[in-house]
């Protein structure tokens, strides 16, 4: 049975569902005079919109969040996304360091500043964040931490390392979609075809293919000669994902 898609989680601090988000619309409550409470509510709020992308209402809502309860780290944390999502690096890392100065072993704050770290170039502090986070026994879903560390070290040319993350995350959940792609994506690179096929079928059965997975199957099948496998995957790229920068890729080697 296929896992649900990992792509579609969110890191953020918190998850909500709140009434009303499944017609697309938010229901907004009325003045709450209980911060603590308030403040919840509007990281909630905030949160909701982020997900919708509605992000001027979302960093309305963390801002209130954050007047109402200054010390609330895990609004702090949810904004620093924001400011991150907007291209506001500086105000990001204002928040995230907040976040952690607040809430020190909040494992989902520690994994966020270290993908945004690493995202920045800023490899080794990144990795700081990311051990912090692996540290706490409490944590629920450190292979987020074993992944986002091994992107970090893929993207920086440290294979050996970007495996011995991708391996520790898979350790924890052999299922995890993420980790599967990546784990293809690192064989596809160091030229292991095999191994790289057999990643990426294990992704396809914890996860829907999209159009960067199915991408990678075309050109993994391409390096290893099967050309029905590889016909397959790209009839599949262009019917379900046609404007996609990916079906743009196969039409330009097909074109070759």
């Not at 954050?66 to 702090?76: L, R």
Request: positive net charge; contains cysteine; proline residues 4%.
């Amino acid at each position: 049975m296929k896992r649900m898609n990992y792509y579609l989680i969110c890191l953020f601090t918190v998850f909500f569902i709140l009434g009303g988000c499944a017609t697309g619309t938010i229901n907004e409550p009325g003045v709450d005079h209980e911060p603590a409470k308030s403040a919840r509510l509007n990281l909630e709020l905030g949160i909701a919109y982020m997900e919708k992308k509605e992000y001027k209402r979302a960093l309305n809502r963390l801002k209130k969040s954050i007047k109402e309860d200054p010390q609330y780290g895990e609004a702090h944390n949810a904004i620093a996304i924001l400011y991150a999502r907007l291209g506001e690096d500086e105000k990001a890392s204002k928040h995230y360091e907040k976040a952690i100065q607040l809430t020190p072993d909040d494992s989902r704050s520690l994994n966020n500043y270290g993908q945004f770290l690493c995202k920045r170039g800023q490899r080794e502090k990144g990795e700081i964040m990311f051990k912090r986070a692996l540290a706490n026994p409490l944590y629920k879903t450190p292979q987020y931490a074993n992944l986002n560390a091994g992107i970090c070290a893929k993207d920086n040319k440290d294979y050996e390392q970007a495996e011995i993350q991708f391996r520790a995350a898979l350790k924890k959940d052999p299922y995890f979609a993420p980790a599967l792609y990546q784990m293809a994506d690192l064989s596809y690179i160091q030229k292991r075809y095999l191994p790289a096929r057999a990643y990426i079928e294990r992704f396809s059965e914890a996860s829907r293919h999209n159009a960067r997975s199915l991408w990678l199957a075309i050109r993994i099948e391409k390096a290893l000669g099967d050309r029905d496998a590889e016909a397959s995957y790209a009839l599949r790229l262009k019917n379900n994902f046609p404007d996609s920068q990916e079906t743009r890729l196969l039409l330009k080697m097909e074109d070759q």
